[in-house]
């Protein structure tokens, strides 16, 4: 009796054993994304220290993804890129307005080439903006509305090629609008429009120190005697377009 008590008891510590490592065995292995996003993983700073992190979460990364698809590009040619970059900045629903070259043939054009006036490129702007607050259309108007729209090869004191106007369309909607909008203001003004209309191929960043350059730099001469004037006729004319905080 005594031994089979602890024959049946060893039978069952077997049995337990045995269930045990059989469900280790089946349990699913997690090498998905998903699976190690909460891991602590160790980041390397600059002085070889290390410190734990946590990765990022793929439903994060696709909040991030929604959210930059709200916002809508475009770009426009108008003389002196500090300035056009001033007009939208003002504009209520422009996220951010950045200063390039545009319309050209030459591959990552600087600053000095785009002067010589043979780059084919123009000072361009890239405007960033919210659809649900400002419409391509209106940022038409504000285009044509903060400049010497008959004036032909450039803006105000900046003369050549380089400074010329320019209108571009990404597709067809664009382009209609941007072409009943010219040929509305021709007939109003009863001579032609100088700004060229053209498809969008690519737009090349400037230099940083070109960026922000009317805010940061209020004192320069150019800015004091140009860019503020402009930018403040303007702001004359659009006053319902302008951000609460426009400077």
Known sequence: ????????????????????????????????????????????????????????????????????????????????????????????????????????????????????????????????????????????DVYFGSQNPTQANGQGPDHGSQYRSILFYQNDAEKQIIEQKKAALAEELGEPVAAEVKPFEKFWEAEGYHQNYEAQHPENPYIQKVSIPRLNRFKEKFPELLKANSH
């Open 1 to 140: 009796m005594k031994n089979r008590i602890i024959f049946s008891a060893l039978l069952a510590a077997s049995i337990a054993l045995s269930l045990f490592f059989t469900s280790c065995d089946n349990a699913p292995k997690h090498t998905d994304s998903a699976a190690v996003s909460t891991t602590p993983e160790l980041a390397l700073h600059t002085d070889g220290t290390a410190s734990e992190g946590v990765l990022t979460e793929p439903a994060q990364n696709e909040a991030t993804a929604t959210q930059n698809q709200d916002k809508a590009t475009a770009y426009f040619a108008s003389g002196c890129f500090w300035c056009v970059e001033a007009v939208y900045e003002s504009v209520k629903g422009v996220e951010e307005s950045v200063s390039g070259y545009s319309g050209g043939h030459t591959k990552n054009p600087t600053y000095e080439d785009s002067n010589t006036g043979k780059t084919g490129h123009a000072e361009a702007v890239k405007v960033i903006y919210d659809p649900e607050v400002i419409s391509f259309s209106q940022l038409v």
